[in-house]
């Protein structure tokens, strides 16, 4: 029976740590986000991936009949959508593979106005899970720091374990960089 109730303990410490490190990386996924995001004024060159109904914002500027009547919001869309703000503005949402687009616009008349452009993709997500497992791996040294701080020579021995730890750990990220520079 004490088996089984160490099992489990182990089990849900485990599973809360995992929880915590997804919870963590996409609070730093979604910060990244929006400090990459673009807002404009009226005179404003937009992105270039900037998308007004499916179409790249130059086009309709080249050939204004294409948006000749608003365009209507697409209820069941997969990889488009078209939705109206609470505000009146258009929200483009243009969903691929490995990234998303968010383009915001007004239509005034026959002018759009565009608002905004937000771009997440895979990237912000892996530099967030590489964040935080670093403040993870952070808090764990406090936590053993506070545990072990009255005796030196357990501080002492930890300390060397975790360079080495730090040592192997940076010669990896090391040849993961060196791996990507080098493509």
């Known amino acids: 029976?004490?088996?089984?109730?160490?099992?489990?303990?182990?089990?849900f410490k485990s599973f809360a740590k995992l929880c915590l490190f997804f919870i963590l990386a996409g609070a730093i996924s979604y910060g990244i986000g929006e400090l990459q995001k673009e807002h404009y004024a009226p005179t404003d060159t937009p992105n270039a991936k900037f998308r007004i109904n499916g179409q790249r914002l130059q086009d309709i500027k080249d050939n204004p009949t294409k948006l000749q009547t608003e365009p209507t919001p697409i209820e069941n869309c997969m990889d488009s959508c078209l939705k109206i703000l609470e505000n009146g503005n258009y929200l483009y949402i243009n969903e691929g593979a490995l990234q998303t687009t968010y383009s915001e616009y007004q239509i005034d008349g026959d002018i759009v106005i565009p608002v905004s452009f937000e771009r997440q993709n895979f990237?912000?997500?892996?530099?967030?899970?590489?964040?935080?497992?670093l403040m993870l791996s952070f808090l764990k040294y406090l936590h053993a720091i506070y545990k072990i701080r009255k005796d030196k020579n357990s501080l002492i021995a930890y300390h060397k374990k975790l360079g080495k730890e730090l040592l192997i750990f940076m010669g990896i990220v090391g040849i993961g960089w060196g791996l990507i520079l080098t493509r």
């Open 123 to 133: 990237g912000h997500f892996v530099i967030a899970m590489f964040l935080a497992f």
């Open 1 to 11: 029976m004490q088996k089984i109730t160490h099992f489990l303990s182990r089990l």
